[in-house]
């Protein structure tokens, strides 16, 4: 058994998609980044790495690389996944917390666990999204950004 975690932050600009866990949320900011800058994913992405020893996002998929300009992180945790199968492991559970001030969150889990068990082949069940404000508190607390933690165990 191998764990892995995975932390992502990104900034919250006006005039952009929201995309959190491969998911489209309602609202007026969304995060900025090369990508579609879904925390979720990213998150989720560096927490599969590591737990295969296997570097971090920035790593396998560069910022300053053209061919992810804009692109859906659903297809990088897919292009993550294949890793995962390629080392002959299997993911036992994921793990997730979002932080976010606002919107809320709770309309939309069902949809990025069902998105994400999409993406990765796993039952509903074998992923946890739980989403949390952070009281006011901090840059999250003022609504300049949002986070996400990932933790995942792998088996082989
Ligand atoms: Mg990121």
């Given at each position: 058994?191998?764990?892995?975690?995975?932390?992502d932050v990104h900034?919250l600009i006006?005039d952009r998609p929201l995309?959190l866990g491969?998911?489209?949320?309602?609202?007026?900011?969304?995060?900025?980044g090369?990508?579609?800058?879904?925390?979720?994913?990213?998150a989720?992405?560096?927490?599969?790495?590591?737990a295969?020893g296997a570097?971090?996002i920035g790593e396998?998929?560069?910022?300053?690389?053209?061919?992810?300009?804009?692109?859906s992180s659903?297809?990088l945790?897919a292009?993550t996944?294949?890793?995962?199968?390629e080392?002959?492991y299997?993911?036992?559970n994921?793990?997730?917390v979002?932080?976010l001030?606002?919107?809320k969150?709770?309309?939309?889990k069902?949809?990025?666990?069902?998105?994400?068990?999409k993406?990765?082949?796993?039952q509903?069940?074998?992923?946890?999204?739980k989403?949390?404000?952070?009281?006011?508190?901090g840059?999250?607390g003022?609504?300049?950004?949002a986070a996400a933690l990932?933790?995942v165990?792998?088996?082989?």
């Amino acid at each position: 058994m191998r764990v892995g975690l995975g932390y992502d932050v990104h900034k919250l600009i006006p005039d952009r998609p929201l995309i959190l866990g491969g998911v489209q949320i309602k609202s007026s900011f969304g995060l900025e980044g090369h990508s579609d800058a879904d925390v979720v994913c990213h998150a989720l992405i560096d927490a599969l790495l590591g737990a295969m020893g296997a570097g971090d996002i920035g790593e396998h998929f560069p910022d300053t690389d053209p061919r992810y300009k804009n692109i859906s992180s659903l297809k990088l945790l897919a292009h993550t996944i294949k890793l995962v199968k390629e080392n002959n492991y299997t993911i036992a559970n994921i793990d997730i917390v979002l932080l976010l001030e606002e919107p809320k969150i709770t309309p939309y889990k069902k949809k990025m666990q069902d998105a994400l068990a999409k993406t990765t082949g796993l039952q509903s069940q074998q992923i946890n999204i739980k989403a949390s404000t952070n009281e006011k508190l901090g840059f999250i607390g003022r609504g300049e950004g949002a986070a996400a933690l990932a933790v995942v165990l792998l088996n082989q």
